[in-house]
């Protein structure tokens, strides 16, 4: 049946022929992720999506980028279904490309049943031509064994069809209708698809005249061209004859009732030979997938997706009947025109429908304000030529308002929504490792390594988690090599972990989620969850890794820089004034954060470094101070740095030390946020206290015994490792020194530079200062870093030889002698002195008996009296261990109880885990690791472990400035560790600290050159009385040749 319809107005006339038929809105509603395939040097992208293919007698289900575990019950990437049994055959596990055949994807499945030599096969062949149907088609084939599939290339285009976002077909071959056009006495004839039978040959197109026509568009350029951020279809089409180019577009309105109708001829500011067109068509009706995921400046994602209801919300204040609202896809409606239309915003009035947007045609988010737009409703009523479409304004708010009516202007229709939903969210996906969201960019390429981890789950290490991050292990597991996670026993191979680089950010926490395959139990899949946490210690914590379910699920929490959000500058933390030294750096953390405030705002901060990012703390960049409002729910205005690290100032008053951290956010109007604050000595470390702020400056007191200064020190570095000389008493004398009358010197030995005097010009020069023994007498050298030059009276070295003296206090000799560019010198000084009396620690000696091979130094151990005794024979210092709290610690579900003092009832020996007693009372044997700054405590136990011998229990005592809790680091089946934080750990492992009323002789650290020579010298020393100074500057020699004047003053250092 033909329609013919006519219209004249006063410019030009139309008329319309066109074959009535049903309404064809193209409707896409599933998303898609994509995979990549390589035939040659082409790359083929598909999108991950189920393909199915049904006939009488089986269902052949695939998927070309995942498993379709889901149907086939097993982790497979392809499987057949037979229809009489339900019978479930295996077709593979992966596709690859056929070296034979180009364009060509095989999968080899089970044994076939038809044939045991063989395997089940599907071959996939990607063809590409006009007549080729979108679906793929199962061919007939004589081999039981082999399925071969014909499916249209992904980036195949036929004639009169266009690909959307890569995965959405939008097919208009059947769209072979005509249309006429009659304007200012022109007449033109279009077809969108095909030949025109009014035009010449080949053509699609024309202008139709009195003796012919004139071509304006071939068959052979016809195209379709679909813009999604207009949400317009534009058929078009060009004929070039010689010089002249003409060219068609045709805009395919959306208009829900009809296939084609109401052609319109568009004049154009500049005619020339272009020629424009509209046409309504149920064929410009395009809704696609809706993610409801929309990005604003600054990196801010909002996601509207959780407001999806199928009925819809009910507007409120809409004065006309009720309107009903879904934001992120079609509304589940009766049968009718909202249903028909898969309208999202609909009108229900006097029993009666009317659609008021069927498509999300534009989502954006711009200060904190999101806009939709839903157009392509029912026809308008006050103007035919528009359809019905609303706009909403979504605002953030901590409460749920519901969608409210404001007005409707002509043909369009305006909501407001404040909502929760409204509000930024923080949560982001980067691909290949690498995240971008709205507090920075973090790359964890980097930690795919070269070599794969081994994580043991059993003491015989047969049961084994091999993995490796951001990555595929090097090996292959249970004949995938796509695998990041792998269990291994010695009779099994299970994926739990495919690869996969898709980085997940939820608020601040940084976490991949990877699946694998079946669970063993056939209920659930495998997977493990992956989650990054920041920390600033080197080397990082060891990863901690727990098993969720039935050795089929797993958690890793990965300790690492990578993720933290800044740069890990950390500045020095000590001050120093004329005479006191204050040192913070206990105060510094690089695992954890400090946090004051209430119910409502949170500080959180650290001393001399950056915050540790993460859930809670999101402040960006290299911020030391951290503001967070605890209400707030826009992320957007939660968090703000108060102060950074890099512009740290220090200030000295009489009440104590002040650090400004500078550079906060911008304040408006007043510069950058700052923190101050006031550290007061305390014998007692108290909680820091928030006291004010004023107008951009917060203010903050902190008492603490990192706060109380001490007297500077004067430490000379030895030549042995860890060994010093400290002439603190020594550090306000000044030795001024003339050499032939021309060359003067000034320096001291607790500074680093030194003055000289010559010819009325004064300079400063940098030197080098070393302590060393030689012979039981201790030296001091300053090198002056002078090449030197025999001829001149130029010094380059100058030597103190420290010289014991109870009753002299620090008295300069007069013999001082110059030679060979080195100036000797003499200083009487008790500093040096051996100690008087060495402390002895005296203990009860028992027998002791273990199974357990010691892997420490054989000594004595001591009688468990809850007074266990800690004793360094090397430094002389002695710890009890009672002054240890005993205490509780939950650690991966298992309690423990270090139970040091017997205060612990529950515990009857020193060291129980669920409430058995696997330590009795007894005292350790302590091992003193100086290298690791480490006190050793391995406690022998009765407890026997089936793996073979008994428990293993040890506490680590680790220097540091502050006490810390218990922290277990290691738990296995045979073995745990417990680690503490003390100051007295270091004054255990102190070594060859030397001070006044106690120093040990230091032996030279060099190398046997350096001993040759001393030797060498020695005997010449003795037979000729001649120096060894032009050989050894650093051992000083005196003669009667050259002595120099020197002046001693004390000094203001």
């Known amino acids: 049946m033909n329609l013919f319809v006519k219209q004249f107005t006063t410019l030009f006339a139309i008329s319309i022929f066109a074959n009535f038929v049903i309404a064809i809105p193209q409707i896409f509603t599933d998303t898609y992720a994509f995979c990549e395939y390589e035939f040659g040097e082409k790359k083929v992208t598909f999108p991950d999506k189920l393909w199915t293919i049904s006939t009488k007698d089986f269902t052949l289900h695939y998927s070309l980028c995942s498993s379709v575990q889901r149907i086939c019950h097993n982790q497979t990437s392809t499987c057949l279904i037979q229809k009489n049994n339900n019978q479930v055959i295996d077709l593979g596990h992966e596709f690859t490309t056929d070296a034979d055949e180009e364009f060509t994807l095989v999968s080899q499945g089970a044994k076939c049943s038809s044939n045991y030599r063989k395997n089940y096969i599907l071959k996939i062949s990607l063809q590409c031509s006009d007549s080729i149907k979108s679906k793929p088609r199962l061919m007939s084939s004589e081999d039981d064994c082999t399925f071969e599939v014909i499916m249209m290339k992904p980036d195949c285009e036929p004639k009169c069809t266009e690909i959307v976002a890569g995965a959405y077909l939008l097919d208009l071959r059947s769209l072979k209708k005509t249309f006429q056009v009659e304007v200012d006495s022109k007449k033109f004839s279009v077809t969108l698809c095909g030949s025109n039978r009014e035009c010449p040959n080949e053509i699609g197109a024309c202008e139709i005249l009195q003796n012919g026509a004139t071509p304006l568009a071939s068959v052979e350029s016809q195209h379709f061209n679909y813009d999604v951020t207009k949400d317009e279809l534009t058929a078009r089409g060009r004929y070039k004859q010689g010089r002249v180019v003409r060219d068609v577009q045709v805009l395919l309105k959306c208009n829900w009732d009809t296939d084609l109708a109401n052609a319109t001829y568009k004049k154009v500011p500049v005619q020339g030979k272009h020629y424009r067109f509209e046409v309504e068509s149920s064929f410009g009706c395009i ?277 933290c959000l800044s740069r890990g500058i950390f500045n020095n933390c000590a001050y120093s004034t004329a005479n006191l030294t204050y040192d913070l750096s206990g105060l510094t953390t690089k695992n954890k954060n400090y946090v004051v405030g209430d119910q409502n705002v949170e500080f959180i901060f650290n001393v001399c470094g950056p915050i540790v990012s993460g859930p809670g703390a999101l402040c960006r960049g290299n911020t030391m101070v951290c503001w967070k409002n605890k209400t707030e729910v826009n992320v957007r205005y939660k968090y703000q740095s108060l102060g950074g690290v890099e512009r740290t100032k220090w200030h000295h008053t009489s009440d104590g030390l002040i650090m400004e951290a500078e550079m906060g956010a911008f304040c408006e109007g007043l510069g950058h946020y700052k923190s101050v604050f006031q550290f007061e000595c305390s014998k007692t470390k108290l909680a820091p206290l928030f006291l004010s702020k004023h107008n951009c400056i917060y203010t903050f007191k902190w008492k603490t015994p990192e706060a109380c200064p001490r007297e500077k020190k004067c430490l000379v570095p030895g030549s042995k490792p860890d060994s010093a000389l400290d002439l603190t008493k020594l550090q306000k004398k000044t030795v001024q020194v003339h050499i032939d009358g021309t060359n003067q010197y000034e320096f001291d030995l607790c500074n680093d530079m030194y003055t000289t005097y010559s010819n009325g010009i004064t300079n400063r020069f940098f030197l080098s200062r070393e302590y060393f023994t030689f012979e039981k007498n201790s030296y001091v050298v300053l090198d002056l870093q002078n090449d030197c030059d025999s001829t001149s009276s130029t010094a380059s070295k100058v030597i103190f030889e420290m010289e014991c003296s109870e009753t002299l206090n620090d008295v300069f000799d007069n013999k001082t002698y110059f030679e060979d560019c080195v100036l000797n010198m003499t200083i009487h000084t008790p ?223």
Not at 953 to 977: A, P, W, Y
Not at 991 to 1006: C, K, N, P, Y
């Open 287 to 563: 809704k696609l997938p809706q993610s409801c995921v929309v990005s604003s400046f600054g990196n801010l994602h909002y996601d509207l997706s959780k407001l999806y209801r199928s009925q819809g919300w009910t507007v409120s204040g809409f004065p006309r009947g009720k309107l009903f609202l879904n934001i992120c896809g079609s509304l589940d409606q009766p049968e009718g025109v909202c249903s028909d239309q898969y309208s999202q915003v609909c009108q229900l009035y006097n029993k009666a429908y009317t659609n008021w947007g069927s498509i999300l045609s534009s989502l954006e988010a711009d200060s904190d304000i999101i806009k939709a737009r839903f157009s392509s409703g029912s026809r308008c009523i006050e103007d035919p030529q528009f359809l019905y479409s609303t706009e909403i304004q979504f605002m953030c708010s901590k409460t749920e308002k519901d969608p409210t009516f404001k007005k409707i202007q002509g043909c369009v229709m305006l909501l407001t929504w404040e909502t929760p939903r409204a509000c930024p969210v923080d949560f982001y996906k980067g691909d290949n490792c690498y995240m971008n969201d709205r507090v920075g960019n973090r790359n964890l390429q980097q930690l795919h390594t070269q070599s794969d981890k081994i994580h043991p789950l059993t003491p015989n290490k047969k049961t084994k988690l091999i993995y490796n991050l951001c990555g595929p292990i090097h090996e292959s597991c249970n004949n995938f090599t796509n695998v990041s996670f792998c269990l291994k026993t010695d009779k099994k191979e299970s994926v739990i972990g495919f690869e996969n680089k898709e980085l997940i950010s939820e608020n601040g926490q940084l976490r991949l989620e990877l699946k694998g395959s079946t669970c063993s139990n056939k209920k659930s899949q495998a997977g493990v969850v992956v989650d990054f946490v920041c920390t600033y210690e080197t080397p990082p914590p060891p990863s901690l890794i727990s098993v969720l379910e039935d050795g089929c699920k797993f958690n890793v929490t990965v300790f690492t820089q990578k993720t």
């Open 831 to 1053: 500093i040096v002195c051996p100690p008087t009396k060495e402390k002895q620690v005296s203990y009860s000696i028992i027998e002791h008996e273990s199974t357990i091979e010691n892997p420490y130094p054989t000594q004595n151990t001591q009688n468990f009296e809850n007074n266990c005794t800690v004793f360094n024979e090397q430094t002389g210092y002695e710890f009890k261990l009672n002054k240890m709290k005993s205490e509780e610690i939950l650690f991966n579900y298992t309690r423990f109880f270090i139970n040091f003092d017997g205060n612990l009832s529950r515990c009857s020996g020193a060291f129980c885990k669920n409430d058995s007693k696997v330590v009795e009372d007894e005292c350790p044997t302590p091992f003193f690791d100086y290298i690791s700054q480490q006190v050793k405590l391995p406690y022998s136990t009765s407890a026997h472990c089936f793996s073979g011998g008994n428990y293993e229990f040890e506490v680590v005592l680790k220097c540091n400035q502050t006490r810390s809790g218990g922290k277990i680091v290691k738990d296995e089946i045979c073995k745990s560790t417990v680690t503490y934080g003390l100051p007295e750990a270091c004054y255990l492992l102190k070594q060859d600290l030397a001070s006044a009323g106690h120093v040990r002789t230091a032996v030279i650290a060099g190398s046997v050159t350096s001993v040759v020579l001393l030797i060498g010298c020695a005997i010449l020393i003795y037979f000729n009385r001649r120096r060894c100074g032009q050989y050894l500057h650093y051992v000083p020699l005196f003669n009667n040749k050259s002595a120099v004047p020197v002046y001693i003053r004390d000094s203001n250092l």
